[in-house]
């Protein structure tokens, strides 16, 4: 459809009746498409082993207890993704084999939670996340529920939900990860609610509100599929959006044009281009570099006839029994999505070079996709996106199935805002957001003139981007940096991955303005001069360096001032200094050589 079906309400109550027609259950699939999934776990298959691990879950759960409401800092947000894990995990234990103990248990936590005095909507992801979860217990369990279970449930949806999300706020139109939860959670209600003639009116306008709505914080995947946010966020954000989109499917026979928006589609392959081949991912926006199972590639891949999106961490989830303490916070709709299609890989169709445009564009080399090839992704984009990093220009490195230069981890939010000294959330020049290590200039793999933190008001944009003869990419880093008047960052990768090269220009500095380099580290690190030898295991990797009056290496702990940041172990950040001439010019130039 084209966006002009979102104008208007007759059909949107026309979408809420075809939802009431088809009956409970509805969200992500009707009573055929759960009664599909045991016929489809054949012997020996991974949708067996998908089952199984199911039912392990559901019984580790029915030894819990449900859920408190139990506030951490000004969140709710940990209750609300482990009443969806679990209520969602049990709701789909039960359809699937009819055990009334599953849906039980799930009963005790959708009344548990729908005798809260609220969901938390002043941080309306802890609503939206919510309001998902009790509609999934609602739809999947209603045919095993008597009437007085489900008015208990549809009043508590109704009113910490539906009720909440009327009032609006400023995530009803957000253009991040926000607009894709939050909306989700009330399409959910909407969908799940619109039986009750009472509400009927107010669960279609809230979905008309919330399709039109999506666009805004779809935008973000425009025009590359690059997910402004990183890895982790694309997950959450996406999945989300991914929700939303299957729920409107299944309830109402159409998405409402949502999934032909620019860069949808084309964010399936996202996640696959943003990781190395050491299983790590570009990180940025507050992600770090790690990569957990998604389970929304099994509907790219479904709906692409796409089997090579999905990667091997999806099916190693499956590979391995649940901890006793597991816990999560995505319902195991996957088991509607999967299939036993050999599975391809990846490589079939993606490029050694990739540079998507976008809000924070993104450029990835590889000397080739197998485990043993050499991967480098280089980050552009502003330090005032949302969950931004003065990181311009920063770039991570694989080389020999090794991470050497590196992302620091996360910092977590509830420290930092419980500490009250620091506003993590403003974005302006002088915040002392600025102050966190892991958040400044000081922490990452850029360049950094005297003592300036780059510039939030800059943006580093890619110039070029290329395969051959080498791969290789150009950044324009100059409106990060108010005390040049240009900077250039060129990053090369040998063919055969041995050597990976990265030369950096300023241009329009004070005479004798010193320019400091830095990557950060892991690896076992000794200095001698000009040349910097990591080891880690069996590999040894060589870094040299030249540049304009260029000091020695020098390597240090990653570490900022106490208690203020976060302790990074095991992490070091090796740095020299060049120091610009009379005419105002400085360079650097760092070679990383594989050595064994």
């Known amino acids: 459809m084209t966006r002009k079906t979102y104008c208007g309400n007759l059909l949107f109550d026309d979408a809420i009746g075809v939802a009431v027609e088809k009956g409970h259950p509805r969200l992500f699939a009707g009573a055929d498409g759960f009664a599909g999934i045991k016929p489809a776990a054949k012997k020996g298959s991974l949708c067996e082993l998908a089952l199984k691990r199911l039912i392990e879950r559901s019984d580790l759960l029915l030894g819990t207890q449900p859920v408190e409401r139990r506030m951490t800092g000004r969140r709710l947000l940990h209750v609300s993704r482990t009443a969806l894990y679990r209520i969602s995990t049990l709701s789909m234990a039960y359809r699937v084999t009819g055990e009334r103990r599953y849906l039980e248990r799930a009963f005790a936590e959708l009344n548990t939670v729908c005798a809260f005095s609220d969901w938390n909507p002043s941080h309306f992801l802890d609503t939206g996340e919510m309001s998902l979860a009790v509609a999934i217990g609602y739809d999947w369990l209603y045919d095993g529920l008597s009437e007085d279970e489900r008015r208990g449930i549809r009043e508590g949806l109704a009113r910490n939900g539906l009720d909440a999300g009327k009032k609006g706020g400023w995530w009803a139109k957000a253009s991040n990860n926000w607009g894709q939860v939050c909306r989700a959670g009330m399409i959910a209600a909407a969908l799940s609610l619109a039986d009750d003639p009472a509400l009927r009116a107010d669960c279609a306008k809230m ?83 790690g990569r957990s199972a998604m389970q929304i590639l099994w509907w790219f891949a479904r709906k692409l006839n796409r089997p090579d999106v999905v990667s091997a961490k999806e099916v190693w989830e499956w590979n391995n029994p649940p901890p006793k303490n597991f816990s999560g916070w995505q319902p195991p709709v996957e088991l509607l999505w999967m299939d036993d299609r050999k599975l391809e890989t990846f490589p079939g169709r993606a490029p050694l070079v990739w540079c998507a445009k976008g809000v924070v564009p993104i450029a990835t080399l590889r000397s080739g996709w197998g485990k043993g090839d050499s991967f480098a992704g280089l980050k552009g984009g502003s330090p005032s996106a949302n969950h931004g990093h003065m990181d311009g220009g920063n770039f991570v490195l694989d080389m020999a199935g090794v991470r050497w230069a590196w992302e620091l981890p996360h910092e977590e939010y509830n420290r930092i805002e419980q500490m009250k000294t620091v506003s993590l959330w403003s974005m302006s020049q002088e915040s002392s957001r600025w102050s966190l290590l892991r958040l400044n200039t000081f922490g990452h793999n850029v360049p950094r003139i005297g003592d300036a933190q780059q510039s939030v008001k800059g943006f580093a ?25 240009n900077v250039t960052r060129v990053a090369t990768l040998s063919r055969d991955g041995k050597t990976f090269e990265v030369s950096d220009s300023f241009y329009g500095l004070k005479p004798g303005t010193d320019v400091h380099w830095q990557f950060v580290l892991k690896a076992r690190a000794e200095a001698k001069g000009g040349l910097l030898s990591l080891v880690d295991g069996d590999h040894v990797l060589s870094v040299a360096r030249e540049g304009t009056q260029a000091t020695s290496w020098f390597v240090s702990e990653a570490e900022g001032p106490k208690p203020l940041n976060s302790p990074n172990p095991g992490f070091s950040i090796a740095s020299f200094v060049v120091r610009a001439g009379d005419d105002g010019k400085a360079s650097a130039k760092v070679r990383f050589a594989l050595a064994k």
């Open 461 to 485: 944009k890619f110039v070029n981007a290329v395969d051959s003869p080498s791969p290789s990419a150009i950044i324009d880093l100059t409106s990060l940096y108010p005390d040049a008047t």
């Open 207 to 289: 979905l008309k509100e919330s399709v039109e709505a999506l666009p805004i914080s779809m935008k973000a995947m425009s025009p590359d599929g690059c997910y402004p946010e990183g890895t982790g966020y694309w997950h959450y954000g996406v999945s989300f959006n991914v929700f939303a989109i299957a729920m409107l499917e299944s309830a109402c026979g159409t998405d409402f044009g949502l999934s032909d928006l620019p860069g949808f589609w084309e964010t399936a392959d996202y996640p696959n281009l943003v990781t190395g081949p050491t299983g790590l991912t570009v990180g940025y926006s507050d992600c770090g570099s």
